[in-house]
């Protein structure tokens, strides 16, 4: 009976501030780290009790915070009451929950009602887990005298325990509850759990997708009830209508995005106390969703490496907040930078998928030149072009590289005008350093920038030497690839299998 489904994190590669307001693009790719839900019927038997008080019985478990929280969910209001707790809530997962029971009262037939019926009277018992890169790890591997390389990463249990920050913080500097590497770990969450339930309950079957379905060959109308429900419950839960690529990445996975209309979501945000759930998911299900996506990943040979500087994190809200103040103070200046910064992304973008296209038809002299290229720093690469083809991919190379370096003086400059650290010095001269590594194409600041992450993209074997650079600097590679998959539904619970991430990290030795 259980049903396990997983959702990705991601790396907003280009868009970042910009992607908040339409019709600015982003380049979302989705990860191999992923968040898993695991949805089963807490009893075996219908408990009577509950059909007469109105009412049934939610567990949620986190085994990764040793957390355990039960609830009463209200069978008339589909409202979550927590009963006892081992720890603080999460909105997210309570959001996802109630929001996935109210679209199935909300769309069943009536000949389906009675087993959705059934299947809520016999308890909801909801397991989440998350892959170990959406958090840090790096003090227990300096803890236990490891070096800063994705082997020791490997050799932590998959799923492993979760350490808290323990200092106390407060203010503007307030440090998130858990260390993690801002991968997107509550939208994928929510996705997952939306998705595992929503199957669970009968409103969409997940089982039907396959390569062909994410590839848009096939209707994906259940991937878009998935998404408008989380979407919906990541919003409310985290109190903003936020611009939403990291929950349509978990959905959908890999892709360019622009971001929907927030008015989309004004039922669900106005809705008062009396103001049934299933009325707020009709409406938002109905509303018309203008988001637009489109399908994107790496060109081939390419390798998306993150790395974790070790500086402590960043708090978006806060850095978007002072980038908007920044807008109404000098409307001028900000709308002159968006422009440039757009024009850098939409050439990163551009020259991405030329050689996409390139790769497709011309693949020997594609696959020829990015091998000689990734052994070489880029002021050497055009002198291995032996023929006009590999020319023209070297020249799509080195366009690439300058449209990020572009990007990256557009972020920086926004950084300074709005008093906050897009691309702090020490990320600068991290990033600089890492483009002249050989084989290095691409280094930059993913999201909103600060001191979370830096990523770079790779040619050809290069990243095992980008990893053992990293490492001598004093940055930990992360066992994060790019995976352009979407939601997912698993074979079985991800603990009973080895965890694939932990045998490729090896290799990458």
Request: charge should be negative.
């Amino acid at each position: 009976m259980a049903v396990v489904a997983s959702a990705p994190g991601k790396v907003l590669m280009t868009g970042g501030y910009l992607v908040l307001e339409r019709p600015n693009a982003g380049i979302v790719l989705s990860t191999n780290a992923r968040f898993y839900a695991i949805v089963k019927p807490l009893y075996d038997e219908i408990k009577p009790e509950s059909w007469a008080w109105g009412w049934t019985d939610v567990k949620l478990t986190s085994p990764q915070m040793a957390r355990e929280t039960m609830y009463k969910l209200s069978l008339k209001h589909l409202k979550l009451q927590p009963v006892s707790s081992s720890g603080s809530r999460n909105p997210f997962v309570e959001h996802a929950v109630q929001y996935a029971v109210a679209a199935a009262h909300a769309t069943l037939d009536k000949d389906k009602k009675d087993t959705l019926q059934r299947l809520l009277l016999q308890g909801l018992d909801i397991t989440i887990l998350g892959c170990n890169e959406f958090y840090s790890y790096r003090n227990q591997i300096e803890a236990r005298g490891l070096p800063l390389t994705p082997k020791s990463l490997a050799s932590l249990p998959p799923f492993a325990s979760i350490t808290f920050n323990a200092e106390e913080s407060t203010g503007e500097n307030r440090k998130p509850e858990v260390a993690k590497t801002g991968l997107g770990s509550s939208a994928a969450m929510t996705t997952a759990v939306v998705a595992a339930l929503l199957h669970y309950l009968g409103v969409v079957n997940l089982s039907s997708l396959d390569e062909d379905q994410l590839q848009g060959k096939k209707d994906v109308a259940d991937l878009d009830v998935v998404h408008v429900i989380a979407q919906t419950a990541h919003c409310i839960a985290q109190g903003k209508v936020g611009s939403g690529f990291d929950v349509s990445s978990a959905v959908y996975g890999s892709q360019r995005y622009i971001r929907f209309s927030p008015e989309v979501l004004s039922s669900a945000q106005n809705a008062g106390m009396a103001t049934p759930l299933t009325e707020v998911i009709d409406d938002v299900l109905k509303a018309k969703w203008d988001h637009e996506r489109t399908k994107f990943s790496l060109p081939p040979l390419m390798t998306l490496l993150l790395g974790e500087p070790g500086c402590g994190g960043s708090s978006t809200p806060s850095m978007v907040g002072a980038v908007k103040k920044w807008q109404r103070s000098d409307p001028q200046d900000s709308l002159e930078t968006w422009r440039r910064l757009s024009e850098g992304n939409s050439a990163l973008e551009a020259h991405l998928n030329t050689l996409s296209k390139l790769a497709e038809r011309h693949y020997n002299a594609y696959e020829c030149i990015i091998n000689a290229c990734s052994l070489l720093p880029a002021e050497k690469w055009l002198e291995r072009a032996n023929e006009p083809t590999q020319a023209e991919i070297v020249k799509e190379l080195l366009g690439a590289r300058d449209a990020m370096l572009r990007i990256r003086y557009q972020m920086r400059k926004m950084g300074e005008a709005a008093g906050i650290p897009i691309e702090p010095e020490s990320q600068s001269q991290l990033l600089d350093a890492t483009m002249n590594m050989e084989g290095v194409l691409l280094a930059g600041i993913p999201g909103a920038g600060g001191f979370d992450a830096v990523f770079a993209v790779t040619l050809g074997a290069s990243n095992k030497n980008v990893t053992q650079a990293w490492s001598s600097l004093n940055v930990l590679a992360m066992l994060v690839r790019e995976d352009p998959h979407g939601v997912s539904l698993e074979n079985n619970d991800p603990r009973a299998k080895e965890i694939t991430t932990a045998v490729s990290a090896i290799q990458l030795e």
